[in-house]
């Protein structure tokens, strides 16, 4: 068989692996994969030296279906043999060696004894202050919070929750879905994420998703909300108090192009990526800000902006306090914003929307500068 065919029957192995992972099916989607990487290993051998960027996209490819499917001695194996290939492409060689990391972060999870879902999340910050393998710690710690918070919100949303305003997660949640954070080569700055499973042995709780369709629809919806924060999320979120939320917390996690420029987030050996600009984040917000009645928009000309530090907040008591020049200016009506969006603000530059009424100025949405 030609490349062509053993690779075309590798993507349809892949695909019916990541349908029944979707599904829940986490037996069936390994032994999908672990196929699916026999037919790229056999369409990597029908190469030869004359095609060096298909090698190196099929030995990515090959590696990355041995990582899904579990069996981390064999992609471990695989991605030793082929790095050792003259004419792998330097591509190539960033990408195995990220693959590399995540199969040796994984084998050392096991022998911990902690078990966790099958694709690590990574996450790479690039551009601005931030340099190969380093960046300000206060915008990584930020960024990471922000990652874990949706997360946690996914899981809500997939159990059909009430929207949660006030306090963190459940602690029971919190155990069954907890987010660990791991170590991730060099490039930009990167860092990777992996869901954690509840302890075997532990009584099966058919109400919790499993971890792997977690991580799916998180990718999914931070894809939608970036790309198609209308319709393509609306479809993923039919709840409108989760999907503003969704596109709130996204807003929070892209750039505004100040201090970095662009944060990557995709699952390990993937092609496919989320790539949040600052031009993601103008799209939230136009989305947030659109009028969507006749009262609406007529309100929406009398708002104006403050530029200040946000210094204290009461959801309770439904306010805010902006300092602005050292003066400072209180806002009123907040108390059904979600705590976990507008709380990392605090005692940072943020651009505060109102509206200027009799009984003083109303809020109407917030985000926060770099």
């Known amino acids: 068989m030609s490349w062509s065919d053993l690779h075309g029957e590798s993507e349809r192995l892949a695909e019916a692996a990541h349908d029944a992972m979707r599904s829940g099916h986490i037996d069936e989607a390994s032994n999908l994969f672990a196929q699916a990487a026999m037919a790229e290993a056999d369409a990597l051998a029908s190469l030869t030296s004359d095609k060096p960027r298909t090698y190196g996209i099929t030995a990515v490819s090959a590696v990355a279906l041995w990582y899904k499917a579990g069996e981390l001695a064999q992609a471990e194996h695989f991605a030793h043999k082929v790095a050792s290939t003259s004419f792998l492409p330097a591509f190539a060689v960033d990408q195995i060696r990220s693959l590399l990391q995540s199969i040796w972060n994984q084998q050392a999870q096991r022998e911990a004894g902690v078990s966790f879902a099958s694709g ?142 662009e944060i990557e987030i995709k699952v390990i050996g993937d092609r496919q990526s989320v790539v949040l600009r600052p031009s993601s984040r103008k799209l939230i917000s136009d989305t947030l800000r659109r009028p969507v009645s006749d009262s609406a928009r007529d309100s929406a ?52 929307r109102v509206a200027r009424k009799r009984g003083g100025l109303s809020f109407v949405d917030i985000e926060q500068e770099e």
């Open 120 to 261: 690590q999340v990574i996450i790479s910050v690039k551009g601005g202050d931030v340099v190969r393998g380093g960046a300000p710690l206060d915008l990584i710690l930020e960024k990471a919070q922000a990652i874990e918070n949706i997360f946690y919100r996914v899981v809500e949303c997939l159990k059909d929750m009430p929207l949660r305003r006030r306090g963190p997660p459940s602690r029971e949640l919190q155990q069954r879905c907890r987010p660990w954070l791991f170590q991730s080569v060099p490039g930009s700055y990167q860092f990777s994420v992996a869901l954690q499973k509840p302890p075997q042995g532990e009584l099966f709780d058919d109400t919790y998703p499993v971890p792997e369709v977690i991580t799916d629809k998180f990718l999914h919806i931070l894809q939608a909300a970036s790309e198609e924060p209308d319709s393509g999320l609306q479809s993923l979120v039919p709840s409108n108090e989760y999907r503003e939320t969704f596109l709130k917390m996204t807003r929070n996690l892209a750039p505004t192009g100040k201090s970095f420029g």
């Open 301 to 352: 000309k009398t708002e104006e902006l403050l530029h200040g530090v946000l210094r204290a907040l009461d959801l309770d008591n439904d306010w805010l306090e902006v300092s602005i020049d050292g003066k400072a200016v209180k806002v009123k009506g907040v108390g059904e914003t979600v705590d976990d969006v507008i709380g990392p603000m605090v005692n940072h530059n943020v651009v505060v």
